[in-house]
C-alpha cells in the first residue's frame, strides 16, 4: 500500500490521506528533536500475529504470567515490545519464540534468548536485576525449560537491532509509512531488521528504532531510512531526521542533536552528556564531544494546538526543546 491511497486500519475505518497525522506533520514541518522515549531498557518479544492495541493488551500470555512480567519490568524500568519479521504470518499454536533485553547503559547491552513457555518470559525479565554480575558471560533465565540468555553487543560496522514502528492498530500512519522502511532496511540488514509495536510520535511515522544505541529517526522513507542507518552505522551521524537518544530527558537530546549537527559528522558515541541543570525557561546541558567539553543552553517551548495522532480527539500542543547555544568549555 502506498501512501497515496486511502487505507483501512485493522478496526475497519477509513483513513483519509488527507487526515492522517504524519501527512499533516510533515505539510508543518513538526520539530521532531527531543521526542524520543524514555527508555533506558527494553524487553521485546517475538510475536507474529496480532498486537492488540498495545504491546501488553497485544501479549500472548496467560493473564496471571503477563501480570507478573508486568511487576517485573515495572521494578526494572524497561518497556515491553512485541517484534515480528517484516511480513511474518501468525503462526498455528503457541511454538516457542525469541526474546531480547536491552540495556542501553551496559557494556554488553543485548541479552538474547527462547522461551518455550510464559514463565520463561517471566523468568527472563529477573536477567534486568542480575545483569552486571552476569554481563560478558551470559546469564541464566532461571527455568529448567532451556530459555538461557546471553550477553552480547553489536558487531563493529554492524546494526544491533533495528526496530520499525508498522502498529497500524495503534495509528494507521505506522502501518501505511512503517511497512515499506522495514521491508527496505530489512532487504540490506536481513539479520538486525524487525517490525515493532508502538514507539510513541506517530505523527513522525515511520520510526526508527536503533538499539543498542538508543537512537530514534523519525520521519522516514525507505531511502532515507536506509540512508540513516547506512550513515549512523559509518560513523557520520546524519541528524536530520534525529528524534533524540532514548532515555535522556528532551533537553539533553536536542543538546545531542545540536552537537552532532554542528560539530559533526561523528560518530554516535562521540557525544555524551555529563550533566543537566536550570528550569524548563531556561536550562544548560553540559556534554562531552570527543572528549572535550561543549556547554548547550536553551528553553522549552510551547507549540501551537494540533492532532498529533490520527485517533486523536482534537488539537493539543507539545513541549519541545530549543537550544539557543552551543560552545565549547
Not at 89 to 113: A, I, K, N
Not at 156 to 163: L, Q, S, T, W
Request: a negative charge; aromatic letters at 6%; glycine letters at 12%.
Amino acid at each position: 500500500m502506498t501512501a497515496a491511497t486511502d487505507p483501512v486500519d485493522p478496526t475497519g475505518r477509513t483513513a483519509p490521506a488527507a487526515s492522517r497525522c504524519s501527512d499533516a506533520a510533515r505539510e508543518r514541518g513538526d520539530t521532531m528533536v527531543g521526542t524520543a522515549p524514555p527508555a533506558r531498557r527494553w524487553f521485546l518479544v517475538e510475536q507474529n500475529g496480532d498486537w492488540g492495541r498495545n504491546a501488553w493488551e497485544g501479549l500472548d500470555c496467560y493473564d496471571q504470567a503477563k501480570e507478573e512480567l508486568r511487576t517485573r519490568l515495572e521494578a526494572a524500568g524497561a518497556r515491553l515490545m512485541l517484534i515480528r519479521r517484516p511480513g511474518a504470518r501468525p503462526e498455528p499454536g503457541h511454538p516457542s519464540r525469541r526474546f531480547c533485553l536491552v540495556d542501553t547503559d551496559q557494556p554488553f547491552p543485548m541479552l538474547w534468548g527462547t522461551a518455550r513457555s510464559d514463565g520463561d518470559l517471566v523468568c527472563a525479565a529477573e536477567s534486568f536485576r542480575d545483569w552486571p554480575a552476569g554481563a560478558g558471560t551470559g546469564v541464566s533465565a532461571g527455568t529448567d525449560a532451556g530459555a538461557g540468555t546471553g550477553a552480547s553487543a553489536a558487531p563493529d560496522g554492524a546494526p544491533g537491532i533495528v526496530m520499525v514502528c508498522t502498529h497500524g492498530l495503534k495509528d494507521v500512519c505506522c502501518a501505511v509509512r512503517g511497512r515499506p522502511v522495514a521491508a527496505a532496511l530489512a532487504a540490506e540488514w536481513p539479520d538486525a531488521v524487525w517490525e515493532c509495536t508502538h514507539t510513541g510520535g506517530d505523527r513522525f511515522a515511520a520510526n526508527v528504532v536503533l538499539l543498542p544505541d538508543g537512537a530514534i529517526y523519525g520521519g522516514t522513507d525507505p531511502e532515507t531510512a536506509v540512508a540513516d542507518l547506512r550513515a549512523h552505522l559509518a560513523g557520520t551521524v546524519d541528524p536530520t531526521r534525529l528524534r533524540g537518544r532514548c532515555g535522556l530527558t528532551p533537553p539533553a537530546q536536542a543538546s545531542v542533536a545540536a552537537a552532532l549537527r554542528e560539530l559533526g559528522p561523528m560518530r554516535w558515541g562521540d557525544v555524551a552528556v555529563f550533566r543537566q541543570s536550570g528550569t524548563e525557561e531556561g536550562w544548560q546541558v553540559e556534554l562531552t564531544v570527543r572528549g572535550e567539553t561543549v556547554q548547550a543552553t536553551g528553553r522549552t517551548v510551547t507549540t501551537e494546538p494540533h492532532r498529533l495522532t490520527c485517533r486523536a480527539a482534537g488539537p493539543a500542543p507539545m513541549r519541545l526543546p530549543v537550544v539557543e547555544s552551543l560552545r565549547a568549555g
